[in-house]
């Protein structure tokens, strides 16, 4: 299956941590890419969440894991009720430097109060019962160690405190269609391999579930994102080099958003779909 294994966990720390030529640095760009409608999509998800979780007479601690260049924190907080950011102290987390310079330059000049920190998921320098909300996009799949590190958001949460997660989806329509296609492409003598191999690994359904319930956590809302997203397919065969075509391109997948809302979340089209997100709560 295309993109089912993460290599060592030292190897996976060591690439993102790297901030040379072909870095994450270079290539994480989310807000220009092809899919930015579908992740703007999480983020509105999680503004609604978050705005209905505040409440006026307290002060809140959010956390942000894998916070990059600063995309999530960046919409999240313009998008935020002005009532609502009174009462947050946000805070951001990224293993990779230089995403955090860059990051750090983008609050500055929007204007956007958050303490950064550079280190893992999985070690995080926070006493015990320390944040209201932890927050993670678009980063779980990359996590190697994911007991170890929901053990310690876990530990960093207060009682009742909440996660929200998301995950790419093992068997999505998208997923499934660029495996036949790399299968293809390997009985045809192709040794390409997939961009991403090693550093990403998707989920299951039941797994992602299992993964949350069996650190503790209780599953209060659970959302399945995109069926129809812009799929793109490696053509290779012996030795020539490959080329990428889209089965539905973008402005395709745009016009199809409607249809994703209503179907997105309907049996059995939920099985397929490109993300599962969560909002989780930590219990006693």
């Not at 949460?157 to 790419?168: A, E, M, P, Q, R």
């Amino acid at each position: 299956m295309f993109y089912t294994r993460l290599k060592a966990p030292k190897l996976v720390h060591e690439y993102f941590e790297r901030t040379g030529k072909n870095s994450v640095v270079e290539w994480w760009n989310p807000e220009q890419g092809d899919r930015a409608s579908l992740l703007n999509q999480q983020i509105k998800l999680v503004i609604n969440w978050i705005n209905d979780l505040i409440n006026q007479s307290k002060q809140y601690r959010i956390l942000e894991i894998g916070v990059g260049k600063g995309r999530v924190a960046s919409v999240l907080w313009k998008s935020l009720k002005p009532a609502v950011k009174s009462k947050i102290n946000y805070y951001g987390q990224d293993i990779n430097k230089i995403m955090l310079k860059k990051a750090k330059t983008r609050f500055k000049q929007e204007k956007i109060p958050i303490l950064l920190f550079q280190g893992k998921a999985d070690t995080l320098p926070f006493g015990d019962s320390f944040f209201d909300i932890v927050i993670c996009l678009e980063t779980v799949v990359h996590l190697p160690l994911m007991k170890e590190t929901l053990k310690e958001w876990k530990r960093v949460s207060k009682s009742g405190g909440v996660i929200i997660s998301d995950v790419d989806n093992l068997f999505s329509f998208r997923r499934l269609l660029k495996s036949l296609f790399l299968y293809l492409s390997k009985l045809l003598g192709s040794k390409v391999e997939p961009k991403g191999n090693g550093i990403f690994k998707a989920h299951t359904l039941k797994e992602y579930k299992n993964l949350l319930s069996n650190a503790g956590f209780q599953i209060k809302k659970f959302y399945h994102l995109g069926f129809f997203t812009p799929i793109d397919i490696s053509i290779a065969a012996f030795s020539f080099k490959p080329k990428n075509i889209y089965v539905i391109p973008p402005w395709l997948a745009k016009h199809l958003q409607k249809l994703n809302k209503f179907i997105e979340n309907i049996y059995p089209f939920a099985y397929f779909s490109e993300y599962f997100i969560s909002l989780v709560v930590k219990t006693p």
